[in-house]
């Protein structure tokens, strides 16, 4: 599998469930992003969790990292019709030069 | 809060044609990227930029594509002799100096096609 897997590729939920998809990477990293991506528009970050860190939270959203399974999870609790995107995760390696590697994305669509 | 600008949303070229791709990082960034995304597929890495000169780049990155820190804060993307398959949307982005900790900030993108 590539860098930056997530899983799974597609989720379908109603409002007001949570959204839990996973990422998996294969080499050191540096940190972790989870972006968001509205069909055909641009990537709007969504947190940022550093090697050395194991859970962060911002809002509806937590990440967890295992940088010993080489694998992050963002959960979305009490999701929103709006919340409906592509989810992806993207990685920098310890020996890049910042530049990022994305995964194939988990299409999240929330049904009200 | 300050943003990463790209021009055009969006641009159609004839195949063979050149393309510049603009984008305007944010001010006191150092390190600026450059990425596309072929429809339905993820976001593939093309090259970076640091102190003026090209860091890293990858195997998409070929002899078509070369970029460019014109003034102090433009950053362009050139395509010599566009093909189809350069029909994607790219990205630039660009982060602060501190490490590759530090979050990048992407640009509403610029949808190209290539007819």
């Known amino acids: 599998s590539q860098q930056g897997e997530e899983d799974p590729q597609a989720l379908s939920i109603q409002e007001g469930e949570n959204a839990t998809m996973n990422c998996s990477y294969k080499?050191?990293?540096?940190?972790l992003q989870w972006y968001r991506q509205n069909s055909g528009r641009g990537l709007v970050h969504l947190i940022l969790i550093r090697s050395n860190e194991r859970e962060k939270h911002s809002g509806r959203l937590r990440v967890t990292l295992d940088t010993s399974k080489k694998s992050s999870s963002l959960l979305i609790t009490a999701s929103r019709a709006a919340d409906t995107a592509s989810y992806f995760c993207?990685?920098?390696?310890?020996?890049?030069?910042?530049?990022?590697?994305f995964g194939a994305g988990t299409q999240v669509v929330v049904t009200p | 809060e300050p943003e990463v600008t790209q021009t055009p949303s969006h641009q159609v070229t004839q195949m063979g044609q050149e393309v510049i791709l603009r984008c305007v990082p944010i001010s006191n960034h150092l390190y600026f990227y450059w990425y596309r995304q072929i429809l339905g597929q993820k976001v593939e890495f093309l090259v970076s930029?640091?102190?003026?000169?090209?860091?890293?780049k990858s195997e998409i990155f070929d002899d078509q594509f070369s970029v460019e820190r014109p003034d102090g804060s433009n950053f362009t993307l050139k395509i010599r002799s566009t093909k189809l398959e350069d029909s994607a949307m790219y990205f630039c982005?660009?982060?602060?100096?501190?490490?590759?900790?530090?979050?990048?900030?992407f640009g509403p993108g610029t949808r190209l096609t290539v007819l």
């Open positions: 930029f640091y102190n003026n000169e090209i860091s890293e």
């Open positions: 993207a990685t920098v390696s310890t020996d890049s030069w910042g530049k990022f590697q």
């Open positions: 982005a660009s982060r602060s100096s501190g490490g590759s900790y530090n979050e990048q900030f």
């Open positions: 080499t050191s990293i540096n940190n």
